[in-house]
């Protein structure tokens, strides 16, 4: 539960970016300009206590052999800021800009500090752009400047609650146009795993406007869902764009196991284009459980409930990665534990909701859990060592297209998992030896 509850502190600091209002570009702030990686001085990367140098292993060798990410740029977009005086983001970030409100190192700095410290610990010459965001629009943008500025990868350790699980939202057609640009962009699969739940509005599925949950492996279903969390609650209700014009709300009640009270009804969110409702409350603590209702009569919608903050007593794990990990050409990360050799309980599972298998590869996400005051865990770790590997992949051949990137990551990936392709750890952990190997004999191949 402990490792639970970080990976869930962390999604929250996204939430409070990700559903605030939208508002007009902010001030910028570039970072203090550094030399290009050819004219840095060497220098020996500070570590934490307890920390591998390379972050984990095989990076070490690659860094031997000349394989740092020099002459490649890296893009890291998140939406708590960055503090680009702390090493090695010092010898590292070109430049660094706010899209929204606040600045590049105001208020919180925690989680994109730590993700683009990753970075550059592991591909140390590579040349960091880092923005901040605060929801879709200045996502939007901060891709787009990234783009401009001719990034090889951007890594976006970030998710998007209430988007569909099937790439077609607005984060996720962002993340696909830049793929299809040649950027490879790399994206958390969420932590979702025991916080969503997805059913069909259908006569099976709901009983006199209700939603029923459960009913799997014999049960009986219900018409609620026991939440288990903080008093900072928030709930994302969605469904698909072929129903968009019929109306589905879910409703937070409080019980003492007799009695029970309505504490809050979920309300439209106009911060982006698809259909989706929320609930945002602060509440006591006490028990509390979820209940979805939707028109008199079924509907066939599909229907989709997550909390960033609690878990669900009928969560279903199938289907629960995030946008922009839910874009095609993506690369998908899950997040996977090394000390017990797992992919992480609450790590996000595929398939999506148009039948891919939603996580690409999984890797290490506590080799940098120092990093941070609560700890750097979960997929939004795994992500930029993942994209580090990338920026490494591409100093060995700069002319692999997305599409080769990912598909070099998941052929040299170990199975970690069941036989072949599963949808908690995709094609298997990430091997950076492998997968920059597989790269360097792409050129001398050419």
Known sequence: MADRRVALAVAVLAVVALTGALGALATTTPASPTPPPSERPAATVPTEAGEQPDGGRGFVSLHDRGLTGENVTVGVVDVTGFDTDRPPLTRSVRAARAFGTGSVDGGQTGHGTAAATVVARTAPDATLYLARVDGIDSYRRAVRWLRRAGVDVVVAPVSFYGHPGDGTGEAARIAQRATDAGTVFVAPAGNLAASHWRGTYDAAGTANGTVLFGGEDGESPVRRTAIGGGTDVTVWLSWDRAHADEDYTAELYWTNGTATRLVARSQPYPGD??????????????????????????????????????????????????????????????????????????????????????????????????????????????????????????????????????????????????????????????????????????????
């Open 273 to 446: 284009d698809v259909p989706n409702e929320r609930i945002v409350a602060d509440v006591s603590p006490g028990r509390y459980f979820l209940v979805v209702r939707g028109p008199a009569d079924p509907t066939g919608a599909r229907l989709r409930l997550v909390s960033p903050t609690h878990e669900f007593s009928q969560a279903r794990p199938s289907g629960s990665v995030v946008a922009p990990g839910t874009a095609r050409g993506v690369v998908t990360v899950g997040a996977y534990d090394t000390r017990v050799e797992r992919v992480e309980p609450f790590s996000s599972r595929g398939p999506t909701l148009d039948g891919r298998p939603g996580v690409d590869v999984v890797a290490p996400d506590r080799r940098f859990a120092g990093l941070t005051e609560n700890g750097f865990v979960g997929s939004s770790a795994a992500a930029p060592y993942v994209g580090a590997v990338a920026a490494l992949m591409l100093d060995a051949d700069g002319s692999l297209s997305p599409r080769h990137v990912e598909l070099l990551l998941e052929l040299t990936a170990r199975d970690v998992g069941p036989p072949g392709v599963d949808y908690a750890s995709g094609h298997g952990l990430a091997d950076p030896r492998g997968a920059v190997g597989a790269a360097e004999n792409e050129t001398a191949g050419g």
